[in-house]
């Protein structure tokens, strides 16, 4: 049997678990931030360097689907280590220097970086009030652009002062801190283990088979592919988009981008505030459906023309939406999945990956082909509507 929790609000657990995503974000983020200098080091094509993200998320589609049970035999606080101990296997892997390692720390990360969205709700979910769960859940997603922040801030100077590897080998320090303060909880937090649960069975796949239970959970798994894989079409294509076809230069095109980030930090907990407090979380994702949608078809409409203020404020919208939807959706996958919402995050956490990989490669072919971001926001914003509408319909008829 499964034993009951206290829940209050859970300080430390959300403390930890923010961390360990943070950290694991910023590693990965790692690469794009200083790519020139690692492409000019390692003699490939800068752009190439963009497919390591793409790597640790690919991979990290399979171990959202089959982290579950591992949570579920060894706890949440194991596997949020055996995610830390992943990061520092990419950080010492890539700090090698050579293709070979980096397309091995790639995937070493991605073995476990899917784990970190189960294994937070599978944590925190039984320690936390119904009343505050939608803002936990969405402070602990800050994490993702908190990360990518974090990158920023340091590998930029380290990398300019040290190098590239070296620079990754300091991040090494506060992962190795994180993983022993863990273990400190880990007893106390891994309360709830069940050493019975066989790993390695038929029942691997079972958050797969979670989509058949009712049209709400297919309607959500669409919208969660869809809204994710636009939320990285934005932050792959807005600075080349404005600095292309809008004469931004690239420090304005990079101040765009700051404020759609920006947006999505401080957005993400007033979301889960208002699903707390006034409206449901999934009345709040059919709104945000339809709100990215309208800011993606301004988006593809930036030009010349347009003042610089009004594109900030565009890209704010962007911001706030779809890249501020995630812990709304991550807490309504553990609303539906009931019993089985470690599974149920798991799937959830897989098909954002999968929107992540496959909607920017789209959204890229669409441009080159027709040499129109109108054309390419237009159908993305167009998927985001129907994912919102999506979720209305199955709303009313659940």
């Known amino acids: 049997m499964r034993t009951e929790l206290p829940a209050r609000f859970p300080t430390w657990p959300l403390a930890a678990t923010l961390t360990t995503q943070s950290l694991a974000t910023m590693a990965a983020y790692s ?44 706890g949440a606080v194991r596997v949020s280590q055996l995610v830390l101990i992943a990061t520092l296997a990419m950080l010492l892997a890539c700090s090698l220097g050579s293709v070979l390692s980096v397309v091995l720390g790639a995937a070493l990360l991605g073995l476990a970086y899917g784990a970190t969205a189960p294994s937070s709700t599978h944590l925190l979910v039984p320690r936390t009030p119904s009343g505050v769960i939608n803002l936990v859940l969405s402070i602990r997603q800050i994490g993702v652009p908190l990360g990518g922040v974090l990158a920023g801030l340091v590998m930029v100077p380290l990398t300019l002062h ?3 590897r070296v620079a990754l080998l300091c991040q090494t320090v506060p992962v190795l ?12 937090w891994d309360i709830d283990r069940e050493p019975a649960t066989k790993v390695f069975s038929k029942g691997m796949l079972s958050p797969i088979k979670i989509l058949r239970d009712s049209s709400a959970i297919r309607s959500l798994a669409f919208a969660s592919f869809v809204y994710s894989g636009l939320q990285l079409c934005f932050i792959s294509f807005l600075t080349v988009h404005l600095t292309s076809k ?35 979380a999934r009345q709040l994702l059919i709104l945000q459906g339809l709100i990215m949608c309208i800011a993606s078809v301004l988006a593809g409409q ?64 669409t441009v080159t082909f027709f ?26 008829s659940s």
Do not use: H
Request: glycine content about 12%.
């Open 162 to 164: 040290l190098g590239w």
């Open 302 to 365: 930036f030009a010349e023309s347009w003042s610089p203020n009004l594109v900030l404020i565009v890209c704010a919208v962007a911001g706030a939406t779809a890249s501020g939807f995630t812990g709304l959706a991550y807490a309504e996958w553990a609303r539906l999945g009931g019993a089985q919402r470690t599974e149920a995050t798991g799937l959830g956490s897989g098909l954002m990956f999968t929107g992540v990989m496959l909607m920017p490669s789209i959204f890229s072919v």
């Open 371 to 396: 040499d129109d971001y109108g054309l390419a926001y237009g159908c993305a914003g167009g998927l985001a509507a129907l994912s919102g509408l999506l979720l209305l319909v199955s709303k009313r």
């Open 177 to 188: 801190l994180a993983l022993t303060m863990l273990q400190l909880a880990r007893e106390r």
């Open 31 to 74: 690469f794009p931030v200083v790519a020139p200098v690692i492409a000019k080091d390692l003699q490939v094509p800068g752009t190439l360097v963009g497919f390591f993200i793409s790597t640790v998320y690919g991979v990290g589609i399979i171990s959202s689907l089959l982290s579950p049970r591992f949570i579920r035999r060894y």
């Open 246 to 280: 809008a004469s931004f230069d690239l420090v304005q095109a990079g101040r765009a981008l700051a404020v759609y980030q920006i947006s999505a930090v401080i957005s993400r907990p007033i979301w889960g505030w208002l699903a707390d407090q006034y409206v449901t």
